[in-house]
């Protein structure tokens, strides 16, 4: 078995691109089911438009949204790949399949450096089934990306590659800024290595080593100076800045947002099996093959992981609105390598474990958590996905030149006909959200539209154990924005309409709703509505 290992290994070590084709070919094989599917909640509102745009007139800054500041690099590397293989949705999805097996590579490269082939492979499966990673390798946010250059960059670091490390952090951070918490945290824990380790085993002392870690501020700046030259802002728009740093600084919210990401970084969606089995199996002693103790990570590279662990929950603790779990993608990686070679060391079976850790990720992908969370982080997004198209599709058949109000994202998909939900751009009345209060406003302006589209904005367990904590809601109201839809039949008694379409999904709903103009407009030219359409009406009800 060892020696079967070793030739594997050896392969691979003599035709590195093959790894990455591999993972590439795996990945699509994954995700071919998901391939068509329109564009998703950020794709939809920020990045597919602004990578569209730089297609369009080649400019970085987007001009059918406004810019949030975000560097262009991946926004450049899709309007290349629609540039050679033409706009759609399926270019862009092979196209991010080719970044997540990019940063796959990269991963499994850094843990067999740090450590082994078996731990190697082990991460990497468990980081390419695990449901926030696995969702996001096809879908073009900006955090995937971040994460893989990052590992390359930790791979060059560990090699004592300083110029190597520098590009790809440079890299990292025109993909998306906050990757610049990694050479940061790194440049922290280079100044106290030496109080901690007289040794030197990971790193030799070179004079441009920190200079070199805080390269990459150059290309960033470079970038928010252009973006303010032409904008007039630095860090995006005003109300951008406002949600995602001036409404974040909070003493509570920074504690409990922490406590988030810890939970991240350690437990979601199935992590815990993984951790928690590492954390038992310290308990245990090294086990041995030859007569020689299995070796562990270097404490110092382990050192090194967490400062940069510890970098990104401190900081998007403090700074950023969403609380969104793709954002510690850069992270997570190195928590399930630690625990992976842990595991190895100390555990007989490890296999197993791992084994079932891959089968709580995969349950995890496909059975909601029962707690509120994300719908990109696991296959929830499919779901969402499949009901508004189902429900557009219905508006743009029966009410193809009615206004529609609705809340973002379904107003940018029903405006913007290239996202892949509707054939026509149609016009939208756009409310924040179909909370009690914001209806009862839409409903004072009805004239101002002639169809609702209802749905839930956030997933809610049917039932939580958290829904009894009453301080727990307040604090997600007051700090993390959360509120209470109201149900499609409640929306159009609301409104003073009439519920025409209904469908649900895993905890999800959308709902049509028609108005009384629409009503009295088809009564006064004899269109009735139809048997089939007034028989799911009244089921709905």
């Known amino acids: 078995m060892k020696t079967d290992l070793h030739t594997v290994d050896d392969f691979f070590r003599s035709h590195p691109a093959l790894i990455l084709l591999f993972f590439f070919f795996a990945l699509l094989l994954l995700h071919i089911s998901l391939l068509r599917l329109p564009y998703f909640w950020d794709e939809a509102g920020y990045y597919i438009p602004a990578a569209r745009d730089l297609l369009l007139s080649g400019s970085p800054i987007p001009h059918s949204t406004p ?8 926004m450049a590397y899709l309007a290349l790949c629609w540039k050679i293989a033409g706009f759609s949705v399926i270019a862009t999805r092979v196209a991010m399949l080719a970044v997540a097996a990019f940063s796959l590579t990269g991963l499994f490269r850094l843990a067999r450096r740090v450590a082994n082939f078996e731990v190697a492979v082990a991460s990497t499966l468990c980081t390419a089934l695990y449901p926030v990673f696995f969702t996001q390798s096809s879908l073009a946010d900006l955090d995937l990306a971040a994460a893989g250059l990052t590992f390359w960059a930790l791979l060059a670091y560990v090699e004592n590659r300083w110029a190597a490390m ?3 952090f440079s890299l990292a951070v025109l993909a998306k800024e906050t990757a610049i918490l990694a050479p940061v945290s790194l440049l922290a824990w280079e100044l106290v290595r030496p109080r901690v380790f007289r040794s030197h085993i990971l790193v030799r002392d070179s004079k441009w080593r920190n200079w070199l870690l805080l390269f990459s501020v150059v290309p960033l700046g470079l970038w928010y100076a252009y973006h303010y030259h032409e904008t007039g802002f630095i860090f995006g728009n005003p109300e951008f800045f406002r949600y995602n740093v001036q409404a974040t600084l909070h003493p509570l919210r920074i504690l409990l947002t922490f406590l988030m990401r810890l939970w991240q970084t350690v437990g979601y969606l199935g992590l815990y099996v993984l951790t928690l089995a590492a954390f038992f199996s310290m308990w245990l002693p090294p086990l041995s093959d030859a007569g020689e103790q299995r070796k562990r990570i270097l404490p110092e590279v382990q050192f090194a992981f967490l400062a940069v ?11 950023g609105g969403a609380v969104l779990a793709r954002y510690m993608l850069p992270v997570v990686p190195l928590v399930v390598m630690v625990c992976v070679s842990t595991l190895r060391r100390r555990v007989r079976m490890w296999q197993g474990v791992i084994a079932i850790v891959v089968l709580a990720f995969v349950v995890a992908l496909f059975v909601n958590p029962p707690y509120g969370f994300s719908l990109e982080d696991n296959l929830a997004y ?8 189902g429900a557009e599709t219905f508006i743009e058949a029966h009410y193809p030149n009615a206004r529609v109000l609705t809340a973002w994202p379904a107003s940018d998909e029903i405006s913007r006909s290239y996202l892949g939900y509707v054939k026509q751009p149609m016009k939208a009345f756009r409310v924040e959200d179909f909370t009690i209060e914001q209806l009862i406003s839409a409903g004072e302006v009805r004239s101002n539209f002639g169809v609702a589209l209802v749905f839930s904005t956030k997933y809610e367990p049917p039932h939580s154990v958290f829904d009894r904590l009453r301080w727990w809601q307040e604090w997600k109201t007051r700090f993390f924005g959360f509120h209470r839809d109201a149900p499609p039949a409640a929306a159009a008694e609301i409104l003073g309409g009439r519920l025409v379409y209904l469908d649900r999904r895993n905890g999800q709903w959308v709902g049509v709703i028609e108005m009384q103009q629409i009503v009295e407009a088809r009564a006064r030219v004899g269109a009735g509505i139809p048997t089939r359409l007034a028989e799911q009406c009244s089921a709905n009800r």
């Open 67 to 74: 810019s949030n500041a975000h560097p262009p690099l991946v």
């Open 166 to 168: 520098a590009l790809w």
């Open 309 to 319: 662990i510890a970098g990104y929950a401190v900081a998007l603790s403090i700074v």
């Open 382 to 389: 499919r779901d969402y996905i499949v009901l508004h198209q």
